[in-house]
């Protein structure tokens, strides 16, 4: 019964400092899920449905910062052309600003990369993934992006979740 509440407890822990991402390079994530700067292209073509992402930026601030709390900042890219698609599109980046929050995300995604993971920091990342995924499918373009990144102390983003309305293009953890 003890290792039960305790268990509960550490993942509502974790899963309250998960609720505290967020993302903001429009970099491929790769197989380990790190992202460096890279170079967006812009086009004057697209013309962003700002009523759509609006509604998904505050839906993800609600989910993320909840109680007042400052876990993530949300930010919206439009007139990218990366290599998720040649067409222009937005990216609804959700970015962990709090250090620790930041640093407890660090540990857990070292420790589902390196399959050491416990049931508590898999279902953090799940969660977190699912959100995403909840998000991104009301997102009226196939082509817009919602994805939540961890920044690393060497000045990469660590990618937890990254999906567009039609499929995750980082995988859900098992």
Not at 23 to 47: F, G, H, L, R
Not at 82 to 107: G, L, N
Not at 109 to 127: E, G, H, M, P
């Given at each position: 019964?003890k290792?039960?509440?305790?268990?509960?407890?550490?993942?509502?822990l974790l899963l309250?400092?998960?609720?505290?991402?967020?993302s903001?390079?429009d970099?491929?994530?790769s197989?380990?899920?790190?992202?460096e700067?890279s170079?967006?292209?812009?086009s004057d073509?697209?013309?962003?449905n700002?009523?759509?992402?609006?509604a998904v930026?505050?839906e993800?601030?609600s989910?993320?910062?909840?109680?007042?709390?400052?876990?993530?900042?949300?930010?919206?890219q439009d007139n990218?052309?990366d290599?998720?698609?040649?067409d222009p599109?937005s990216v609804i980046e959700?970015?962990?600003?709090?250090?620790t929050?930041?640093?407890a995300?660090q540990?857990?995604?070292?420790a589902v990369?390196?399959?050491?993971?416990?049931?508590?920091?898999l279902?953090?990342?799940?969660?977190?993934?699912?959100?995403?995924?909840?998000?991104?499918?009301?997102l009226e373009s196939?082509?817009?992006?919602?994805k939540?990144?961890?920044?690393?102390?060497d000045g990469n983003?660590?990618?937890?979740?990254?999906?567009?309305?039609?499929?995750?293009i980082?995988?859900?953890v098992?």
């Amino acid at each position: 019964m003890k290792k039960i509440v305790g268990a509960i407890s550490v993942l509502s822990l974790l899963l309250i400092m998960s609720a505290c991402s967020n993302s903001e390079n429009d970099a491929k994530t790769s197989k380990s899920s790190v992202i460096e700067s890279s170079s967006v292209a812009t086009s004057d073509t697209y013309v962003a449905n700002t009523k759509n992402l609006k509604a998904v930026v505050k839906e993800l601030n609600s989910e993320f910062n909840k109680d007042g709390s400052n876990v993530v900042k949300v930010e919206v890219q439009d007139n990218v052309v990366d290599d998720t698609s040649s067409d222009p599109h937005s990216v609804i980046e959700v970015r962990v600003i709090d250090d620790t929050t930041r640093k407890a995300m660090q540990e857990t995604k070292d420790a589902v990369d390196s399959n050491n993971a416990d049931d508590a920091q898999l279902t953090t990342i799940y969660d977190i993934q699912n959100k995403v995924e909840s998000a991104a499918k009301k997102l009226e373009s196939e082509n817009n992006l919602v994805k939540y990144v961890n920044p690393d102390t060497d000045g990469n983003n660590i990618v937890i979740a990254m999906a567009n309305k039609t499929e995750n293009i980082v995988p859900l953890v098992k």
